[in-house]
């Protein structure tokens, strides 16, 4: 029993060695890394009934090494349209310093363009491979941080999760966080070394049914003090679950991680992700929670952009709302207007669309719900208060530009691209204005530095969307600039009709 005293020198002898310190990291291949085996020289024979030998052509032979630099990504470059390149000229500490002082942004034009830049097929910054891969681990986490998993953890499988302990170590974080941790275990019990603590050696030991060794590196653990309390309690329960029956559930750790979090809920007491970053959120998505805690979830990560509009939909629509307010109201304002939609029937449309768009509203939603039904809306020729919000709603949407003309209007002729009007007012109209006025401004960046650019634009355009009218006009300019003429289009319409940017 785990609760008894013992002494397991194998274990401790396991732990008391360093895991892999000196170990130089593996090629994405493993073939990379084997040496060529010397052949037998080849002895040329004459060919039967010719008298004349054939002897093998001259080879040029060069090593692959572990320096050969590769384009990391998931789109490519013609699908983007960002250059292969766009990282290669800049300073990989300035570009992971940029990442991690990014602010958290909400304007979802700015959260899309993230998204295209991060998930590029491009090479990493500077000349080498360790730059390379490390860059692709600040893109990881960056993706995690917005919640965006899927694509964090494809990004570390193709940069190779056996590269070294801190590329394992994100794609364990990533598997735990989306509950598909068997492959990733199985990878570290073929691997101990890379583990990135005892208690994850532990835990992938006892998913893998191996509960023997799982309790001698358990108590290994306690002994030489290498798991943390709050690791020891959790793995305590997950491998003898039948001594605690009926205790109180544990207190919830003071800092949480994805290992704590996953063992929880193996236990039977899963954490609430509400309070949690937004990467927990994605565990809710599944199945085995309730339909709100899906709903809740599902409408926290389309607020970062991180959910497609359709899921957002799909999970709307599951059911018939069994009560009222919140969550419920928006479930059942979707599912009514995607019924009337489903009929075609312009006056019920009519009808229900004022209520759904206001709770949308209430919940910063209108970009996802715009999204899912603006086109829709716009064919059904809509008048009065309806026609007025299906308007607003494809300004909203990808299809801006099939607004109808209005010279008159702002956000109407940046959507358009028709001459701006005189504009009076605020200066924050103004900085948009001439950040539309004429050929976009020439910033000189070579394509070699657009992402670190971008990555800038990005940060002034959260300040200029948030109160600052002069970062506001200086990143739309930046943007239209480097070709990224409809980001910033769509980050000025969502600036102009979004009421929360009404400041």
Known sequence: MLSKPASYCAATLFWALPAGAGDKPLSAIDWIDRQPEVQSPVVATPLPGTGTERLPPDVAVSPLTEQTQRRIGLVPPAVSGLPPDLWSDSDPKRLGALMADLPDLRLPAAQSLLYRLLLSEAAGP??????????????????????????????????????????????????????????????????????????????????????????????????????????????????????????????????????????????????????????????????????????????????????????????????????????????????????????????DVAEVLPSAWKTMKAARLEVAFAGIFAEQLTALGLDGEAGRIAREMILLSPAFGDVPADPQDLATAIATGVPLPLVAGTARNAEIAGAFSGMPQVTGIPATQMGERILMALAELESGASGDPVALGKALSVLRGLGLEDTARRAALQVLLLERYNL
């Open 126 to 347: 500077g000349d080498d491979a360790e730059n390379a891969d490390g860059f692709t681990l600040d893109r990881a986490r960056l993706l995690r941080d917005y919640g965006a998993l899927e694509p964090a953890l494809a990004l570390i499988e193709q940069a190779g999760p056996k590269r070294d302990r801190n590329h394992f170590a994100a794609y364990m974080d990533l598997a735990l966080l989306t509950g598909n941790e068997d492959p990733a275990c199985d990878l570290q019990n073929a691997r101990p070394e890379l583990a990135p603590t005892a208690g994850h050696s532990v835990f992938c030991r006892m998913r893998s049914g191996d509960w023997a060794t799982a309790a001698v590196l358990y108590d290994a653990g306690r002994v030489l003090g290498t798991i943390p309390t709050p690791q020891l309690n959790l793995l305590e329960r997950f491998l003898d679950p039948e001594l605690f029956e009926g205790d109180p559930a544990l207190a919830p750790p003071a800092s949480i991680t994805p290992l704590l979090f996953r063992l929880h809920e193996a236990i039977g007491e899963p954490l609430p992700t509400r309070f949690l970053p937004r990467a927990y959120a994605v565990a809710d998505l599944r199945d085995v929670t309730g339909w709100k805690a899906q709903l809740e979830a599902a409408e926290r990560l389309a607020r970062a952009g991180s959910l497609p509009d359709n899921q957002l939909l799909g999970l709307y629509t599951a059911r018939k709302p069994a009560a009222s307010g919140g969550v419920w109201d928006r479930a059942a304002g979707v599912r009514k207007l995607d019924q009337a939609l489903s009929r075609r029937s312009a006056s």
